[in-house]
């Protein structure tokens, strides 16, 4: 080069013909030039900028080789839930699915949906800002997931900066990050060279390498990407069907899988489902299934969600894979809520991928049904990720000296008396808030966003806590000071002055967000939000019968007899006391503008409030009686807007629903309107 101006120019032709190979490549599947070709230029960029360090951008080809090893992943809350979908194994769950969602929409004509292969990897979250992509983040428990953006800028598939224009300013691309059966082969091929343990199967390969501490080492792993849909989205309006927002990703770089489609109805998605079936052994990536969501977005806010799911997709998945073994033995594990899980370790079978060695057996009604002893031999299955179970019994090849599994009397961890109640399956530990097997997943559980919001109290923070005995309950939380936090591993004197402060914060709390911490069985944040309007204080809530408390709206006899029986348990009401005593409180529901008075309106809040955040708003319109939904609709009463509102703020106006500033949202909520 003559000059740095034809160094400048070079580069950025370079750039720029390489980032259209990698679209050939990795977007259309359609190569333009052989690798050797493709390295040389690549080879030359890099030249250049060593020669011209000062030139190098974050967003240069050059750039995907990592960074240093970072020391851990930081914790990214996802601004819109990452969700789950429901699942159907069967070609009658996905005709209930498709019969659901004609009827909430009450049209009787065929449903247009977005039809594409599963594909058995990681769900990665993109956020891009200006085009420019700013973060990435692992899905998580679909609340929080890891930072991984060092190591996703690695990644050739996913773009550094979108192409073409109209994108909006701020972008949550949302996809898979997988591995090609071909690449995991020459990975693995790799690995045994290195004398290193291979990978089990192509998503192990793809979750290992994605989350490794050193970006480096991703770097050199052939990570693919694909994009299925959006969360975020601020500042510009996407199109209005599903299939029509996989063609605008792909012409802003994204890579989409080639195999969607729109289909119409049932038929549709059966025969698509049928031909990924057939389809699936000659594809270069895993896939477990099909996934189906209803093509108009319209439609798809008008559906809604359900729990942790979407009421307009669901996944079709493949048939399990099964394997023989034998039942070792049978034990019994506890989980939050007390109930006691059968759980079979077997003699280690390979299947689905995986090697198995436990399996869930659900309850005891499914052993008395299957009739499952200790020392059968069993077909296990697994599909993708579901746990391993037992299918069925081969009785003919049934060992003298099996044994009967039995229920045991007393929790095989804290002793309490288990209960099973007539018509129930599930056996429960009645050990409550006191039992150690329940004592991290309560703690968890307690601390979480929507229940005590106590921010910093995370999974590993919990686990030390209990494994050091410094945490016996959730009472003792309280009288944890910053010395004794800061001695905990990846804790120091910041991190536990600000984690004594968000306790400390947490003090102050709700009645319904206090009920819903506390664990009850099937008491959720609808449930105890209910329950705090109807008895308006604990001490009525704690002494009511069962009769009383079905008076309680949604609250029918089942969820009764759980709260009846939670409030009865001595060592329950020792800990709320113990709780209350160190100054968890809450005010009286109803006696600062506590009345129903929003009973019967829906509420959508887009954009940030100066005087509140997003879950303080909900609580109020809750507190008062009103509901608060994710979604657009006809159905709407208000959406409030505060600064920077999203699309919301437009679907509102096009169907004519009120909007109000954040002014008038309080007038409304003080009852001045």
């Keep these: 080069m003559s000059?740095?101006?034809?160094?400048?120019?070079?580069?950025?032709?370079?750039?720029?013909?390489?980032?259209?190979?990698?679209?050939?490549?990795y977007v259309e599947d359609n190569p333009a030039i052989p690798d050797a070709e493709y390295d040389r230029l690549m080879r030359e960029l890099e030249a250049l900028e060593a020669g011209h360090p000062e030139l190098v951008t974050p967003d240069s080809p050059t750039q995907r080789v990592g960074g240093p090893a970072a020391e851990g992943f930081a914790e990214v809350r996802h601004e819109v839930p990452m969700l789950s979908l429901e699942n159907a194994f069967s070609d009658e769950e996905l005709e209930a699915f498709d019969r659901r969602v004609r009827e909430r929409l009450e049209r009787e004509t065929a449903i247009e949906y977005c039809a594409e292969p599963k594909l058995d990897g990681l769900a990665l979250s993109l956020l891009y800002r200006d085009g420019a992509l700013a973060r990435a983040a692992t899905r998580g428990d679909g609340t929080?997931?890891?930072?991984?953006?060092?190591?996703?800028?690695t990644i050739r598939a996913v773009p550094l900066r979108l192409t073409g224009d109209g994108w909006p300013p701020r972008l949550e691309v949302r996809g898979e990050v997988y591995m090609t059966r071909h690449g995991f082969e020459r990975l693995?091929?790799?690995?045994?060279?290195?004398?290193?343990?291979?990978?089990?199967?192509?998503?192990?390969?793809?979750a290992g390498s994605l989350r490794q501490l050193d970006p480096q080492v991703t770097a050199q792993r052939p990570l693919r990407f694909y994009a299925y849909g959006c969360g975020l989205v601020e500042g510009s309006q996407l199109p209005d069907r599903q299939l029509d927002l996989l063609e605008r990703l792909k012409d802003w770089g994204l890579p989409v899988s080639p195999l969607v489609r729109r289909v119409t109805g049932l038929d549709g998605c059966l025969g698509y489902y049928r031909e990924m079936a057939q389809r699936r052994d000659s594809l270069d990536f895993d896939i477990d299934g099909v996934v189906f969501k209803v093509d108009r977005t319209d439609y798809q806010r008008e559906l809604g969600f359900v729990a942790r799911a979407p009421r307009w997709a669901i996944a079709h998945k493949f048939p399990a894979e099964e394997a023989l073994t034998k039942i070792r033995e049978v034990e019994f594990q506890v989980g939050r809520t007390g109930a006691l899980t059968p759980v079979a370790r077997l003699e280690p079978v390979f299947v689905g991928g995986v090697t198995v060695s436990n399996a869930t057996l659900h309850n005891m009604d499914e052993i008395e049904r299957k009739d499952v002893r200790i020392g059968d031999v069993v077909y296990v299955r697994r599909a993708g990720d579901v746990i391993p179970e037992i299918v069925r019994v081969v009785t003919e090849r049934r060992p003298p000296g099996v044994r009967r599994i039995e229920l045991p009397e007393r929790c095989p961890v804290c002793g309490a008396e288990v209960e099973r109640a007539e018509g129930e399956a599930v056996a429960r530990c009645t050990g409550g808030l006191a039992c150690e097997a329940q004592r991290?997943?309560?703690?968890?559980?307690?601390?979480?966003?929507?229940?005590?919001?106590?921010?910093?109290?995370?999974?590993?923070?919990?686990?030390?806590?209990?494994?050091?005995g410094l945490v016996r309950d959730a009472s003792d939380l309280y009288g944890l000071d910053a010395g004794t936090l800061a001695g905990l591993e990846r804790m120091g004197e910041k991190s536990a002055a600000n984690l004594v402060a968000a306790i400390d914060h947490s003090r102050q709390t709700t009645l319904a967000r206090f009920l819903h911490a506390l664990g009850i069985r099937e008491v959720g944040e609808a449930t105890a939000q209910a329950l705090a309007g109807h008895f308006g204080d604990l001490d009525p809530l704690m002494e009511a019968d069962p009769e009383t408390l079905t008076q309680v709206p949604d609250v029918g006899p089942v969820i009764a007899g759980h709260i009846h029986r939670f409030f009865r348990q001595a060592h329950n009401r020792r800990v709320i006391q113990a709780l209350r005593d160190r100054g968890v409180r809450w005010e009286r529901a109803g006696a600062a503008g506590g009345s129903q008075r929003l009973a019967g309106r829906t509420f959508v809040l887009t954009g940030a409030l100066e005087s509140m955040t997003r879950d303080e708003a909900r609580e109020a319109i809750q507190r008062r009686g009103g509901r608060v939904t994710g979604g657009v609709s006809g159905r709407t009463s208000y959406v409030v807007a505060g600064e920077d509102p999203g699309s919301k703020l437009e679907r509102a106006r096009e169907?004519?629903?009120?909007?109000?500033?954040?002014?008038?949202?309080?007038r409304l909520l003080g009852g001045q309107q």
């Excluded at 070079?10 to 990698?22: D, F, M, P, S, V």
């Excluded at 169907?655 to 309080?666: I, P, S």
């Design 440 to 468: 991290k997943e309560s703690l968890k559980h307690f601390a979480s966003r929507r229940a005590m919001d106590i921010d910093g109290l995370g999974e590993k923070l919990v686990d030390q806590l209990v494994d050091r």
């Design 655 to 666: 169907l004519g629903v009120d909007v109000l500033d954040e002014a008038a949202f309080l």
């Design 3 to 25: 000059s740095k101006q034809d160094a400048v120019e070079r580069i950025e032709a370079l750039r720029r013909e390489i980032e259209y190979h990698n679209r050939r490549y």
């Design 144 to 153: 929080a997931g890891e930072d991984v953006t060092a190591n996703v800028r």
């Design 188 to 206: 693995n091929l790799r690995m045994g060279r290195e004398q290193q343990r291979a990978f089990v199967n192509p998503r192990n390969a793809a």
